[in-house]
């Protein structure tokens, strides 16, 4: 894994939220999806951990957003479970940890379905609790939006899973967890595509680079 990425460990990574602004929409929802490789040099997805996160203090919530992705606040369920970001970026970080050190990486780099909006989000959560050691890379990241639009033609996660031959079930979209477990298959099937086509064999051998 750390030679296929270059000391990077993907870990994909969604983000439900109660609006568009980073710095003072509530972060509601994360979940990650640390990745794996095998013998045969395939991806494969990791457990999921996921949390629901009560609002930070102060933070902006749009009816607009709840309508979209269909998170109750006041559910019995969420006021049961929910955890503060602090606790729910320490829960995500500590299995990130261990799996970049297992498989003798560096730091970990987000994969995510429009990347930008997930990685900003976090970071602001990130600094909200001044976390010093983050183990995502502060600013790269791999969209798997662009990945799909190259590689299926589609941009919208639903239809590059269908492309990709991934169930996708949209009553279930729009939460953390069911979206980082569909984006984990997609960016999973992108890589392990363009392996068997002989793409990362074929640049090892243009740079003189042995195959682990």
């Not at 606790?87 to 987000?110: Q, W, Y």
């Not at 239809?159 to 979209?173: H, K, M, T, V, Y």
Request: proline share 4%; with cysteine.
């Amino acid at each position: 894994m750390a030679q296929r990425f270059r000391g990077y460990l993907p870990v994909v990574v969604d983000i439900e939220t109660g609006g568009f602004n980073a710095a003072t929409d509530a972060l509601l929802e994360i979940a990650a999806v640390p990745l794996t490789i095998d013998e045969q040099g395939n991806l494969l997805p990791l457990e999921t951990v996921t949390f629901h996160i009560e609002p930070f203090e102060g933070a902006n919530v749009e009816q607009s957003a709840l309508d979209f992705t269909g998170i109750d606040l006041d559910s019995a369920f969420r006021k049961q479970v929910a955890v503060s970001e602090r606790e729910a970026l320490d829960g995500i970080f500590k299995p990130v940890r261990k799996t970049i050190k297992s498989h003798g990486c560096t730091r970990a780099i987000l994969v995510g379905h429009n990347a930008s909006f997930d990685h900003g989000f976090l970071n602001a959560a990130i600094n909200r609790c001044a976390i010093k050691r983050n183990p995502f890379h502060p600013f790269s990241s791999f969209d798997t939006a662009t990945l799909s639009a190259l590689t299926y033609g589609q941009t919208v996660l639903a239809r590059a899973c269908q492309a990709a031959g991934i169930e996708f079930d949209n009553a279930s979209a729009h939460s953390a967890s069911y979206d980082t477990e569909r984006t984990a298959e997609l960016f999973c099937a992108i890589v392990n595509r363009f392996k068997d086509l002989g793409g990362w064999h074929l640049a090892l051998k243009e740079q003189g680079v042995d195959e682990p």
